[in-house]
């Protein structure tokens, strides 16, 4: 299923690949590969700008309907993309986090300083149980992400105690005082975040030595131990992935990375969620594809380290960063999101099925109003922007068996002398049984026919769903919400071949009929 080989194609090669040709994609439904575990759909909620309070977490006393004092309309929304894990609290606010600030009554939490973002008051009004009244509500497994940077190995231990055990432990029965007598069931724990950086500016080794020294203490009774996550690196550095399989790997379910996407390449002048030019929506569609690169280097050392594939590689933060909307507070991450999003959404998805057997989770950052999200909200308004709609449309996606995928002529996209692939692709069997393919268009101008073939059988057409805009920077507003959503789609074959025509700048997924 590797449709990207390389991500960027050299000024020689293009000539070779006509834009106007038929690309011809063909799917072996004979040989089912691994499961596409349904996490690699997961988000990320972080305590940064309005991530959570406000876009997500109003309070009971709200005028804007919540339950429990989450926001129905963003919480029914979230259901429609069937959320299968929540990473909570961070990120970098995870390693100035301290557990009991956010336990007992509300108005009696201290309040402290969010000082990784923006340095605004923090009221942990959410806290544990909070969390945990949200990812039920979603019907999701639950991520917490702990501190490792300011915390203690006894801090650490006491929040896994006071999550997982019942009985006469105290923290269990404080646990109950404060209104939850049952365990919580905490699936995954990370130790630390980015500890390369704002986790605390680590060597791995040394890394290697506080995560072995902490998760010495995580106890909880067997049947609620949660999966433990080392702390990895981050875009081409493999030594992370190297040191901590090598040093770290007894009782690790997973090593996470991050990678982000930006237009520039650059942090200081990073581009332009909007109104960015041509040049831009190339370097973007081509910073975004060396994922693929990231992960199939991280995977060859894991292979070594680890051949019997114990260990996973968690991709828990990823996704677009642009420049700040000017006006907004710098630290709140808040960017609009376009057509440009969905597109580098569903690319992502296809190189992480590529890798289902060790990419067996990944978390987009983030869920609401920071970065790449799935929804904007304006007090009491809300839109759902085109990754949302990404993500709807790859629900079917979420825990089937990838299919290998072969593409031969496939189109190129180019500017300037450099160009990447015109078409990608990726296929499962539906947990429903059916054979579902998603295509993506690169390119920002022209359609692209696609000639699919399901090796083995006949196909007499396919149906689904199409996400396209007129221009790149396509967005939905509070004015108009619709502005970007998704349309039916089907094609039925002519004469035993079967043509998609793939608009510009578009996400397609089908379920193959006949
Ligand atoms: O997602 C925003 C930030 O990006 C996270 O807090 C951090 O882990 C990463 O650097």
Redesign the pocket.
């Known amino acids: 299923m590797k449709a990207f080989r390389p991500a960027i194609l050299a000024l020689g090669i293009l000539a070779a690949f006509p834009a106007f040709a038929q690309v011809n994609v063909t799917v072996d439904a004979g040989k089912p590969g691994a499961t596409i575990n349904k996490n690699v759909y997961g988000q ?1 909620a ?1 305590h ?1 700008g309005t991530g959570i309070y406000e876009g997500m977490w109003v309070g009971p006393e709200s005028k804007i309907p919540n339950t429990k004092g989450w926001r129905n309309d963003v919480v029914k929304a979230l259901k429609e993309l069937h959320v299968p894990l929540v990473r909570w609290p ?5 390693d100035e986090y301290h557990w009991r600030d956010g336990i007992g009554a509300r108005n009696k939490r201290p309040v402290k300083v969010n000082t ?2 923006g340095g605004v008051p923090e009221s942990n009004a959410v806290g544990t149980h909070e969390f945990f009244d949200l990812v039920e509500m979603l019907g999701a497994d639950a991520y917490v992400n702990g501190n490792l940077g300011t915390g203690t190995p006894q801090e650490m231990a006491e929040w896994i105690e006071y999550m997982t055990s019942e009985g006469d432990s105290s923290l269990a029965q404080l646990r109950a005082k404060n209104g939850h007598p049952k365990p919580f069931k905490v699936d995954y724990f990370a130790v630390g ?2 500890t390369w ?3 605390g500016n680590m060597r791995p080794e040394y890394y290697a030595d506080l995560y072995k020294h902490y998760t010495t203490f995580m106890k909880a009774p067997k049947e609620r131990l949660p999966k433990f996550i080392a702390s990895g690196g981050h875009d081409d550095d493999t030594t992370w992935t190297d040191v901590l399989s090598r040093e770290a790997a007894r009782g690790t379910d997973a090593i996470s990375f ?1 990678y ?1 996407t930006l237009p520039t390449g650059v942090w200081e002048r990073k581009g332009a969620a909007v109104g960015f030019p041509e040049s831009e929506w190339f370097s973007t569609m081509a910073s975004t594809l060396r994922m693929d690169d990231h992960i199939k280097r991280n995977v060859a050392v894991l292979d070594k380290n680890d051949p019997q594939k114990k260990i996973g590689f968690y991709v828990d ?1 990823w ?1 677009t ?1 642009y420049d700040v909307e000017a006006g907004t507070n710098p630290g709140f ?1 808040f960017q609009r999101n376009t057509i440009r999003d969905a597109v580098v959404a569903a690319l992502n998805f296809n190189i992480f099925h590529q890798y289902a057997d060790r990419v067996r989770m990944t978390n987009i ?2 869920m609401v109003n ?2 790449q999200a799935m929804i904007i909200t304006d007090k009491d308004r809300m839109l759902l922007t085109p990754t949302y709609y990404a993500f709807q449309m790859y629900v079917p996606f979420q825990d089937a068996t990838s299919l290998p995928v072969a593409l031969s002529n496939n189109a190129t996209y180019a500017v300037n002398g450099r160009g990447v692939p015109g078409i990608s692709a990726s296929a499962a069997r539906g947990k429903d049984g059916k054979t579902y393919v998603a295509l993506v268009n690169t390119n920002p101008h022209d359609a692209t026919d696609v000639v699919l073939n399901v090796a083995g059988r006949s196909v007499n057409g396919v149906r689904g769903q199409v996400l396209t805009a007129d221009a790149m920077d396509a967005h939905n507003t509070f004015e108009r919400k619709d502005a970007v959503k998704p349309a039916p789609f089907s094609a039925a074959a002519a004469g035993g071949k079967l043509t998609i025509k793939v608009p510009a700048k578009s996400v397609m997924v089908v379920a193959v009929e006949g």
């Not at 961070?90 to 995870?94: D, H, K, L, M």
Request: charged content about 10%.
């Open positions: 990320f972080e940064l961070g990120g970098c606010f995870a990784n973002w975040n980015e950086g704002c986790g991050h982000y933060e996704g960063w991450l950052a983030q920071v970065l």
